[in-house]
């Protein structure tokens, strides 16, 4: 292999292992059943798996059919789980996933079976393959729907949330994929692999540099609009806000917007709403704030325990974490807050 077929596999090759890596960030990021990271990670999966298709096969054409057909099959979910993630991204009640996957794996299935790729080449290449093309770009036309809000912003020369670049990037590029195959016939086959390792520099720019205290980047969504609390409403859960704070529920290290709309008896949607709205943060920071206050009684009035171990008796999680969010918020460590504070 060349020198620049060197450079050249390098780079295509890099955007299928950074995808299996950003699609296992989101898989983990998921844990707490956010229904938003799992389309997102099963959508660069899928992606991911095309894209190492593409890169093997342009270098080595001898590559085993068995392998072909598994990159080819994994298209027929990008389009699927782009219109999931976009429409769970801006709704609250969850899709219903099954009518868009499991029918495509069952159709795959059954064509693998009785059509493998290694002995009707011509009938994927002429018929399959068109077909999931045209399925994809079918989704992608779907979830257009769902960059509406962004679209109107762009055409009224508002800003845009970081979350509303984020989507747009996400749809953008798996659009300019979609292109690059549909096309490859006129430009280069190996143009749609280059292309998801670009797009995935880019995603990863805005994993990075996304502002630190806002954890719920990548699954917040267009909130509210149109949508405000009766006074009612908001006066019964200031109120049971109140109790869950006396309660120091927070405490809980896996104390979460789930678990806190439970105790208060209000949807998920409903508290967060309240929390962003009329206290003018996000959940997390709230949480965040409760924990610091307490462990600021506690290095006021305790001197027989550890810094770390009134961390932990806080609520946070780790040593780094709560010397980090403290340092943040008073400008001061522990230890020194401690040491003006204490009795």
């Known amino acids: 292999m060349s020198s620049s077929n060197e450079i050249l596999f390098f780079f295509s090759a890099l ?30 999966l899928v992606l991911s798996i095309r894209i190492i298709k593409s890169v093997f096969f342009y270098f080595n054409p001898g590559l085993s059919n068995i392998f072909i057909q598994t990159g080819l099959s994994a298209c027929i979910l990008i389009g699927p789980f782009l219109f999931l993630y976009l429409k769970s991204s801006t709704e609250d009640k969850k899709p219903n996933w099954i009518i868009h996957v499991i029918p495509y794996l069952l159709l795959m299935t059954i064509a693998g079976v009785f059509y493998p790729y290694v002995d009707h080449r011509v009938v994927w290449s002429r018929w399959v393959v068109k077909a999931i093309y045209l399925q994809w770009a079918i989704y ?69 540099f996304r502002n630190g205290d806002d954890i719920s980047f990548f699954q917040e969504k267009e909130k509210y609009k149109n949508k405000e609390i009766d006074q009612e409403t908001l006066e019964k859960i200031e109120q049971k806000l109140s ?44 949480v ?20 770390e171990s009134l961390g932990y008796d806080s609520g946070f999680t780790s040593k780094s974490t709560f010397f980090t969010a403290f340092k943040k918020t008073t400008g001061l460590t522990p230890a020194e807050y401690q040491k003006i504070h204490s009795k």
């Not at 979460?256 to 508290?271: I, M, P």
Request: glycine share 4%; proline share 1%.
């Open 15 to 44: 955007g299928a292992f950074n995808g299996f890596l950003l699609s296992l960030y989101f898989a983990i990021n998921a844990r707490k059943k956010i229904f938003t990271n799992y389309f997102l990670s099963l959508l660069l």
């Open 140 to 208: 992608i036309i779907l979830s257009l729907k769902y960059l509406r809000p962004i679209i109107r912003k762009l055409k009224e020369k508002q800003s845009l949330k970081k979350l509303d670049i984020w989507v747009g990037s996400i749809y953008l590029g798996v659009v300019i994929i979609w292109v690059a195959y549909a096309f490859a016939a006129y430009t280069s086959y190996i143009v749609g692999s280059l292309s998801f390792t670009f797009i995935l520099f880019l995603m990863a720019l805005l994993v990075i």
């Open 243 to 286: 109790v869950m704070v006396e309660k120091e529920l927070f405490l809980n290290p896996d104390f979460s917007l789930e678990e806190a709309a439970k105790e208060l008896k209000v949807t998920r949607h409903l508290l967060s709403q309240y929390v962003n709205e009329i206290l003018g943060k996000s959940f997390s920071n709230l």
């Open 288 to 307: 965040k704030e409760l924990r610091i206050e307490k462990a600021k009684k506690l290095l006021e009035t305790q001197k027989n325990y550890t810094i």
